[in-house]
């Protein structure tokens, strides 16, 4: 199972929306609506941002959205902060019953 | 509050053993399917290993045959014996609680490095 494929960085100034996309096929992204997005900052594990396409768990900022078109999938940061400096992956259930993560993508707020 | 506490991470020799352990509390253990995942030094996530609550499993390829998944619903821990060690094992090895198919709680990692 190949790795989702991420852009390798993202940039934007506070205030501004960047948007990070998560491309698979349609035996992971395209075919199920379970795509998640996890933020890490350096040394810390994961947190989870955005489950089932674009639900956001309790606590996440609302600032946060994510959305799905064909076999790409999209994280959104409205607003941006200093805090959201970090990497970012997304991550897909797939056919074979498994889970593919994306190759990640570092957020820099300007 | 759900909390998860691996352990069992350590130096090993090229073609040898580990196992690790998660420690799982603040919520019912057995009703979850839980996950191994692991990050290289300096690389992105990769998914394991995941168990669901009657202990069916499914493993990446890259570590098909070589590691075995497994859980005490009685202890509350999940487990994680990893034979065969090669160097590209070398990595934090996170176990992440499922729901809805998703990686909701994650541990603080163990490190384990894989070195003669």
């Known amino acids: 199972q190949s790795a989702l494929t991420q852009p390798a960085s993202v940039s934007g100034s506070p205030g501004q929306s960047i948007t990070i996309s998560c491309t698979g096929t349609s035996s992971d992204v395209g075919g199920y609506n379970h795509v998640s997005w996890y933020q890490q900052h350096p040394g810390k594990a994961p947190k989870l941002m955005i489950y089932?396409?674009?639900n956001r768990p309790s606590g996440v900022s609302n600032r946060f959205s994510g959305s799905k078109s064909g076999n790409t999938a999209s994280l959104t940061i409205s607003g941006l902060q200093a805090e959201d400096e970090a990497d970012y992956y997304c991550?897909?259930?797939?056919?074979?019953?498994?889970?593919?993560f994306g190759t990640g993508t570092k957020v820099t707020v300007l | 509050q759900v909390q998860l506490v691996e352990s069992g991470g350590g130096v090993v020799q090229p073609g040898g053993s580990l196992r690790l352990s998660c420690a799982a509390s603040?919520?019912?253990?057995?009703?979850?399917?839980m996950h191994w995942v692991r990050q290289a030094p300096g690389k992105g996530l990769e998914w394991v290993a995941f168990?669901?609550?009657?202990?069916?499993?499914k493993y990446a390829d890259s570590v098909k045959g070589r590691f075995t998944i497994s859980r005490d619903n009685s202890k509350n821990t999940l487990y994680l014996q990893m034979n065969s060690l090669r160097a590209e094992d070398t990595a934090v090895y996170y176990c992440a609680k499922d729901r809805n198919w998703a990686f909701w709680y994650w541990g603080q990692g163990t490190l384990v490095t894989v070195s003669s």
């Open positions: 168990i669901r609550s009657d202990g069916s499993n």
């Open positions: 603040g919520f019912t253990f057995s009703s979850y399917v």
């Open positions: 089932e396409v674009n």
């Open positions: 991550s897909s259930y797939t056919s074979s019953i498994t889970y593919v």
